[in-house]
């Protein structure tokens, strides 16, 4: 049974993306990366020096009919600098495929709704297919579709600290309503977080910190994508609830005649 | 994609399907749930013969989201017929053009007595309805109307010929801030049957109005079909079910609501290609209600007292009241202009009073005009 996930027209087998942030060692990252099957990978645009030959970036090891590899603008605070990063990762050969995402504070590098807006805007007017990194709030992630982003990506909770989906309500009502992709990011911490993104009926979920603070990416890797397609066939097969029925003490139908 | 493109390229068979689903087990995993999903699966599941079943199971869950989504609440609204003029062809419809009633069409004195008897009725939510002469219901015509009002209602809806974007926002300046529009059956071939002549013939246009609405920032817009026009009625419905689902989707900031009409007997001899009982169309409302909870239903007084009563509190969420469907028919009553007979005929006090013997608070203004323009 095919079932593709569609973003932007390209078809992907895999729903599980991964960053390559914090990873012990480029070996451990790339191992991390083929063990998951993931076909999205993103990479902070910052990492990369684009004035180095080819070969040693952390990027170049990606083979590129395998997997899209990404710029996402980590480090931008504003819309401005955030469009300027875009521009460059094109300028250096990227696809032009951008991950949004604009966290002006250090701290819990939350994503600021109002400058990822506004260089959503641009960015799809200027022909790239904008991925938003965002809080979950199903206001913005309507307003970012209609801006024309290919998807959204509410995170479960801030990044890095592996608390798993704590925005549970909001990302429900945000799927319920989608006519895009939605892409649970950040906050996931173990296969079992992922699992439950996909039970909600994520479309897909990405994952960076979890895999690259395990003690062995790769069979976390591997575990993590077992776990997307479990939610993912969880969610298809049609979960079975959990509460019993309302019952009236009295027949409300009993007006209707024969 | 617009609407009649999804339309057009999407299969509803596998819907129709579910719509004939006899499994109670699927029914009762559904009612099981804490959160039923919402749309179109939901609603097809909730009209089939193994839902009828458990008609009361659903009815209880069904007054349950109504008070949470809601609240114990009707809210009514009335009718205000300008003109009987038509230049369509609709076999069932008492303004087509062939029957030789006598035509009307307001003027603004008139509109203005119109408008202050309903007004003194306790009114304050009114809907303008018209036949489709595009060279007398102008979108100027509606909104010199619409301006004859001013300071009695605080909210206008229409209910008219399709216009152009362009004019709804034309109107929308002039304080409509509601539109209804039935695609009335979305059969292709049924629709091109009994739509023999007249603008109202372009299917395409119909099925694009509401988007054309809302593009023009129509706070409120209300589509359904006109039940026992098309054989297939399950086949419309969730045809309609597909179409609020992209329109809640698409147009998101609109708050929509839905209508189960069932044709009435008019100045026509038309006979309805199916008969909708009474269970069938309460299983129907109950449908609407779970699988669309934030979607308002309307209940007009074509149907009858008893079915009204019983559904407060159940699933819907406005009625009409006095209704009158023709032209002037408030200040003198002259029922040979009229479009169809309405069935309740009771005084809106009465209404009101049965609503709060039920438990539920009757509305009148729901509303505040200054909230657009």
Same mark, same amino acid.
């Given at each position: ?6 973003i932007a027209?390209r ?23 083929? &063990? ?8 902070? %645009? ?24 990404l ?21 250096? !050969?990227?696809p032009k495929w951008i ?19 506004? &260089?959503?805007?641009?960015?799809v007017?200027?022909g790239f297919v904008v991925m ?17 982003c290919a998807?959204?990506?509410?995170? !479960? ?6 608390? !798993? ?48 603070? &395990? ?23 049609? %979960?079975?609830?959990?509460? &019993? ?12 005649? !024969? | ?38 749309? /179109? +699966? ?58 030789? =009633? ?25 809907? =303008? ?32 010929? @399709?216009? $152009? ?23 292709? +071939? ?10 109202? $013939? ?28 098309? @054989? ?64 308002? =239903? ?9 079915? $009204? ?36 005929? $009771? ?14 608070? /009757? ?5 505040? /005009?200054?909230?657009?323009?």
């Amino acid at each position: 049974m095919d079932d593709f996930l569609v973003i932007a027209g390209r078809r992907l087998r895999s729903r599980f993306f991964v960053g390559t942030g914090k990873f012990p060692s480029n070996a451990a990252m790339l191992a991390a990366i083929e &063990a998951s099957g993931a076909e999205i990978v993103t990479v902070a %645009l910052r990492r990369l020096d684009l004035g180095k030959e080819r070969g040693e970036n952390i990027t170049d090891a990606l083979d590129p009919e395998k997997y899209l590899v990404l710029a996402n603008t980590s480090g931008a605070a504003d819309a401005h600098e955030a469009v300027t990063i875009a521009h460059l990762a094109h300028a250096a !050969g990227m696809p032009k495929w951008i991950k949004l995402e604009i966290h002006p504070d250090p701290r819990w590098l939350l994503p600021d709704p109002i400058e990822t807006l506004k &260089a959503a805007e641009i960015l799809v007017k200027e022909g790239f297919v904008v991925m938003p990194y965002i809080n979950a709030d199903p206001v913005l992630a309507k307003r970012l579709e209609e801006v024309g982003c290919a998807c959204v990506m509410p995170l !479960g909770a801030p990044i890095g600290c592996n608390q !798993g989906i704590q925005t549970r309500e909001m990302i429900k009502i945000i799927i319920e309503q989608s006519r895009v992709p939605v892409v649970i990011d950040a906050g996931l911490g173990a296969p079992s977080h992922a699992a439950e993104a996909m039970e909600l009926g994520a479309d897909a979920v990405l994952v960076n910190t979890a895999l690259a603070a &395990a003690r062995d990416p790769a069979a976390m890797g591997r575990a993590f994508a077992l776990a997307v397609e479990a939610g993912r066939l969880g969610r298809r097969a049609g %979960l079975a609830g959990k509460s &019993a029925s309302a019952h009236a003490s009295s027949p409300l139908t009993s007006f209707l005649k !024969g | 994609m617009s609407f009649l493109e999804e339309f057009n390229s999407r299969d509803r068979s596998d819907l129709r399907q579910v719509a004939e689903c006899r499994d109670a087990d699927a029914i009762r995993r559904l009612l099981a749930s804490e959160k039923i999903p919402e749309g /179109p +699966e939901t609603f097809a599941l909730l009209i089939s013969p193994a839902a009828a079943g458990f008609i009361e199971e659903i009815a209880a869950r069904a007054a349950d989201l109504t008070a949470r989504r809601h609240g114990k609440v009707i809210r009514f609204y009335a009718p205000l017929y300008v003109s009987n003029e038509c230049t369509n062809t609709c076999t069932y419809c008492g303004f087509t053009m062939e029957n030789k =009633i006598e035509r009307k069409t307001l003027g603004g004195s008139e509109m203005r007595a119109e408008a202050e008897h309903l007004s003194r009725r306790g009114f304050r939510h009114v809907l =303008i309805v018209a036949g489709e002469q595009q060279k007398i219901v102008t979108p100027e015509y509606v909104a010199s109307m619409v301006r004859e009002t001013k300071g009695l209602f605080s909210s206008t809806s229409i209910e008219l010929a @399709p216009f $152009r974007t362009q004019d709804y926002e034309l109107l929308v300046r002039d304080g409509v801030d509601g539109l209804t529009v039935y695609q009335e059956t979305y059969d292709r +071939e049924v629709y091109a049957k009994v739509h023999l002549r007249g603008k109202k $013939r372009d299917f395409d246009w119909r099925l694009a109005c509401a988007e054309r609405g809302a593009e023009a920032k129509m706070r409120r817009i209300s589509i359904g079909v006109l039940l026992g026009l098309a @054989p297939d009625w399950k086949a419309d419905v969730l045809a309609c079910a597909t179409h609020l689902e992209y329109l809640m989707k698409r147009w998101w900031r609109v708050q929509y609501s839905v209508s189960v009409p069932r044709l009435c007997s008019s100045e026509t001899d038309y006979q309805p290609a199916v008969e909708v009982s009474d269970r069938e169309v309460v299983q129907l409302i109950f449908a609407w209600r779970l699988a669309f909870p934030d979607a308002g =239903i309307n209940l007009s007084t074509r149907e009858p007292a008893y079915l $009204r009563d019983g559904l407060i509190g159940l699933g819907v969420t406005h009625m009409s009241a006095e209704s009158a469907t023709e032209p002037g028919g408030y200040c003198s009553p002259e029922a040979a202009l009229k479009q169809f007979d309405i069935t309740d005929e $009771r005084k809106l006090d009465e209404i009101a009073a049965i609503v709060k013997a039920k438990g539920c608070e /009757p509305v009148y203004k729901d509303w505040e /005009p200054c909230l657009i323009g």
